[in-house]
């Protein structure tokens, strides 16, 4: 039913920015909550950043917070993950997961759908 696409990742030095966005097919994104998750090899998937449909707030680990920036634009079924000061630990496979029901905003087992996946890799 719906299809979650991320894109934007690649290679930057420490201190560059990226912006990350996923685009999402079959349904809009005006009624549920979107969350960005990272996972490094050899490490579990851990929450990142998440859009809250019915009040409007953010929410990010503490990591994060000051650098990076979540948005959507409903109209457009995209939401985006603007990423500055990135530093060398921000290095994963960024995913973006989409919520209809639960609320669980901080836990993988709270996202109904989510997208493939995109490499970000900062450099020292």
């Known amino acids: 039913q719906v299809q979650l696409v991320e894109s934007g990742g690649g290679l930057v030095q420490a201190g560059g920015s990226l912006r990350l966005s996923c685009a999402a097919s079959?349904?809009?994104?005006?009624?549920?909550?979107m969350g960005w998750f990272r996972q490094a090899p050899g490490k579990e998937r851990e929450f990142v950043a998440a859009s809250n449909w019915s009040d409007g707030s953010t929410y990010y680990i503490d990591s994060v917070k000051g650098r990076f920036t979540i948005s959507r634009d409903n109209a457009k079924n995209t939401v985006y993950l603007q990423m500055n000061s990135l530093k060398p630990e921000d290095t994963a496979i960024y995913y973006c997961?989409?919520?209809?029901?639960?609320?669980?905003?901080?836990?993988?087992?709270?996202?109904?759908?989510w997208g493939q996946g995109t490499q970000v890799t900062v450099s020292s």
């Open positions: 997961a989409l919520s209809y029901y639960s609320g669980r905003i901080y836990s993988v087992g709270g996202y109904d759908y």
């Open positions: 079959g349904r809009t994104l005006s009624r549920c909550d």
